[in-house]
């Protein structure tokens, strides 16, 4: 899952669930608020947590994320309906990947279900949008509960993940949903994650142990945190778009309003899975993108955010977000650009004192992957499930 854009603005962020604890591990000190919760954007270095994320076991306070626990006998079909994500056909103890979109086919946001029991289920969402799930629920045997602030939520992932929470006495994630059914009451409910390629698990708990589990991990564990700053090169990484940042979710104010296919994710809405919300206009708009969001790698240490994207010498879009990556060894970025002039090789116009043109390429992600997988297998059954 990731995280909504900063609320730079925001008046006294509340603490997370988490909070205390993941506080004594703050050596820099440097928070921000996202959700209105309080959300660390380092911990040590940036170099360090993304190494961590990448070679051992990084551990995320997930407690800005959106959660509701829907219930009831129709829970599965208002999931359905409500989100992209095939929660009808989930089994327990499984996961999916969905957006919400509003009726013009636009997204709103994305989403997550994880199926707890065969009528309890967990949405998860970048940002809140209670008003939004109670209309969806009118009328329906279903009930959705914000559990946002109830639960603290502890994301770890990294190759070394299966053996941190191993050597913290945990089970696997798949046997303590299937076991457990329930979101508060149990010592630790999990369910399977991905943070842009890397796969994970997100522990649930009541808020009251928050501090017995984040310490448990962290002294039997080893596991080390990460913040905000370098999740952000993981997701450009992975090519995982951030809402309010990369594009203004459907609704908001000023919002130019973007299709799953115009944010490379049509995969996600694959319009042989029966009815959501949005699907009409869809399959009207399919195939007619007036946008597309892009990720690029650039030759240059100073690009930034709202950088003009040139083809041919003519401003086709902008970049979005940026970040260095020591993967690629440059700065990669979303661009969001016209349809029209979607192609491998651009220029990104550079200010201040080294004014200027630096070429960008067009490169593959774990996300833009899985686009041109169901480009090439439309028609077939899509469920990106876990």
Same mark, same amino acid.
């Given at each position: 899952?990731?995280?909504?854009?900063?609320?730079?603005?925001?008046?006294?962020?509340?603490?997370?669930?988490?909070?205390?604890?993941?506080?004594?591990?703050?050596?820099?000190?440097?928070?921000?608020?996202?959700?209105?919760?309080?959300?660390?954007?380092?911990?040590?270095?940036?170099?360090?947590?993304?190494?961590?994320?990448?070679?051992?076991?990084?551990?995320?306070?997930?407690?800005?994320?959106? +959660?509701?626990?829907?219930?009831?006998?129709?829970?599965?079909?208002?999931?359905?309906?409500?989100?992209?994500?095939?929660?009808?056909?989930?089994?327990?103890?499984?996961?999916?990947?969905?957006?919400?979109?509003?009726?013009?086919?636009?997204?709103?946001?994305?989403?997550?279900?994880?199926?707890?029991?065969?009528?309890?289920?967990?949405?998860?969402?970048?940002?809140?949008?209670?008003?939004?799930?109670?209309?969806?629920?009118?009328?329906?045997?279903?009930?959705?509960?914000?559990?946002s602030g109830q639960v603290a939520a502890l994301g770890v992932?990294?190759?070394?993940?299966?053996?941190?929470?191993?050597?913290?006495?945990?089970?696997?994630?798949?046997?303590?949903?299937?076991?457990?059914?329930?979101?508060?009451?149990? =010592?630790?409910?999990?369910?399977?994650?991905?943070?842009?390629?890397?796969?994970?698990?997100?522990?649930?708990?009541?808020?009251?142990?928050?501090?017995?589990?984040? =310490?448990?991990?962290?002294?039997?564990?080893?596991?080390?945190?990460? *913040?905000?700053?370098?999740?952000?090169?993981?997701?450009?990484?992975?090519?995982?778009?951030?809402?309010?940042?990369?594009?203004?979710?459907?609704?908001?104010? *000023?919002?130019?309003? +973007?299709?799953?296919?115009?944010? *490379?994710?049509?995969?996600?809405?694959?319009?042989?899975?029966?009815?959501?919300? *949005?699907?009409?206009?869809?399959?009207?708009?399919?195939?007619?993108?007036?946008?597309?969001?892009?990720?690029?790698?650039?030759?240059?240490?100073?690009?930034?955010?709202?950088?003009?994207?040139?083809?041919?010498?003519?401003?086709?879009?902008?970049?979005?977000?940026?970040?260095?990556?020591?993967?690629?060894? +440059?700065?990669?970025?979303?661009?969001?650009?016209?349809?029209?002039?979607?192609?491998?090789?651009?220029?990104?116009?550079?200010?201040?004192?080294? =004014?200027?043109?630096?070429?960008?390429?067009?490169?593959?992600?774990?996300?833009?992957?899985?686009?041109?997988?169901?480009?090439?297998?439309?028609?077939?059954?899509?469920?990106?499930?876990r």
């Amino acid at each position: 899952m990731i995280f909504p854009a900063e609320d730079f603005f925001a008046d006294a962020p509340r603490p997370t669930p988490l909070y205390a604890a993941v506080a004594s591990a703050s050596e820099a000190n440097l928070w921000t608020s996202v959700n209105g919760w309080t959300t660390a954007r380092i911990y040590s270095s940036v170099s360090g947590e993304y190494e961590t994320a990448k070679s051992a076991a990084a551990l995320a306070d997930l407690g800005a994320l959106a +959660r509701y626990a829907v219930r009831g006998r129709e829970a599965a079909a208002f999931l359905g309906r409500l989100t992209t994500a095939p929660a009808v056909s989930l089994q327990v103890g499984e996961s999916a990947r969905g957006l919400m979109l509003d009726d013009q086919g636009h997204v709103i946001d994305l989403a997550e279900v994880s199926r707890l029991s065969e009528d309890l289920f967990l949405l998860t969402l970048p940002t809140p949008h209670a008003r939004h799930i109670a209309l969806g629920a009118r009328g329906l045997d279903v009930a959705a509960e914000d559990i946002s602030g109830q639960v603290a939520a502890l994301g770890v992932f990294g190759p070394q993940t299966a053996g941190v929470l191993a050597a913290a006495g945990l089970k696997s994630a798949s046997e303590t949903l299937a076991a457990s059914g329930i979101l508060r009451g149990v =010592e630790t409910a999990a369910r399977p994650i991905q943070f842009g390629a890397m796969p994970g698990v997100e522990l649930i708990f009541p808020k009251e142990e928050a501090l017995t589990i984040w =310490e448990r991990i962290m002294r039997r564990g080893a596991g080390a945190p990460i *913040g905000l700053d370098a999740l952000e090169i993981l997701r450009l990484e992975a090519g995982g778009p951030r809402p309010g940042l990369d594009f203004t979710p459907a609704g908001k104010p *000023g919002a130019s309003p +973007r299709t799953p296919e115009e944010l *490379g994710l049509a995969h996600l809405a694959p319009l042989d899975r029966g009815w959501f919300n *949005g699907r009409r206009a869809l399959r009207a708009l399919a195939g007619k993108p007036r946008r597309r969001l892009i990720s690029l790698s650039i030759d240059d240490e100073q690009s930034m955010a709202g950088a003009a994207v040139l083809q041919d010498g003519k401003p086709v879009g902008r970049i979005t977000s940026c970040a260095w990556s020591p993967a690629r060894k +440059r700065i990669i970025a979303f661009a969001d650009i016209d349809a029209a002039s979607h192609g491998n090789n651009y220029e990104i116009s550079v200010a201040g004192p080294a =004014e200027g043109r630096v070429p960008a390429k067009l490169f593959e992600t774990a996300e833009s992957a899985l686009a041109r997988v169901f480009a090439g297998v439309q028609g077939n059954s899509t469920d990106f499930r876990r």
